[in-house]
């Protein structure tokens, strides 16, 4: 599975109303974990080593991640074991922090390339390959909360997942 986020920067028509896209420079490597941890201690945390290396861990994969996938991949690194319950807790820090999403399709993390910018994300998941693509829409994103809370409902975050097929496999 390969999670790409998709840099866009222009109004296209979705559904006959005018949404804005918008770029984000996209950190990755230190850069990357040098605005999670600023964005993290920002927030009032701490950057511990172990939070350090589970936020390594998870920027390394090229797919949506589970606590299980990023414990073992420390484990083996570190030659010691790392209990997938104390990689949760790390991860439910980062995704209220805005340092990782949930897909929550997958029941797995993807590293959040641009922590400084908070706002909703969407999701495409192609069914047949994992690959899981991030698009940036704050115009279906604002309808979305618009209406639950016109239906007298306040959203935390909401979560938009598309699954169905990516253009590699939408042929076969």
């Known amino acids: 599975m390969l999670v790409r986020a998709l840099p866009l920067a222009f109004h296209k028509p979705i559904f006959g109303f005018m949404a804005h896209v918008h770029e984000h420079r996209l950190a990755d490597g230190a850069e990357l974990e040098a605005e999670a941890q600023a964005a993290l201690e920002g927030a009032g945390e701490q950057w511990t080593p172990m939070r350090a290396t589970v936020f390594s861990a998870l920027a390394g994969f090229d797919r949506p991640a589970s606590a299980y996938d990023i414990a073992d991949s420390i484990s083996k690194s570190e030659e010691?074991?790392?209990?997938?319950?104390?990689?949760?807790?790390i991860l439910d820090l980062f995704v209220a922090k805005n340092l990782a999403q949930r897909v929550e399709t997958a029941n797995a993390y993807v590293v959040n390339a641009h922590p400084a910018c908070r706002h909703d994300c969407i999701f495409l998941v192609c069914d047949m390959c994992g690959q899981t693509t991030h698009i940036d829409d704050d115009a279906l994103t604002d309808r979305v909360r618009k209406a639950a809370d016109a239906a007298g409902f306040t959203p935390v975050r909401p979560v938009i997942e598309v699954t169905g097929r990516c253009r590699n496999c939408a042929g076969n």
């Open 80 to 89: 010691r074991r790392v209990a997938a319950n104390s990689v949760y807790r």
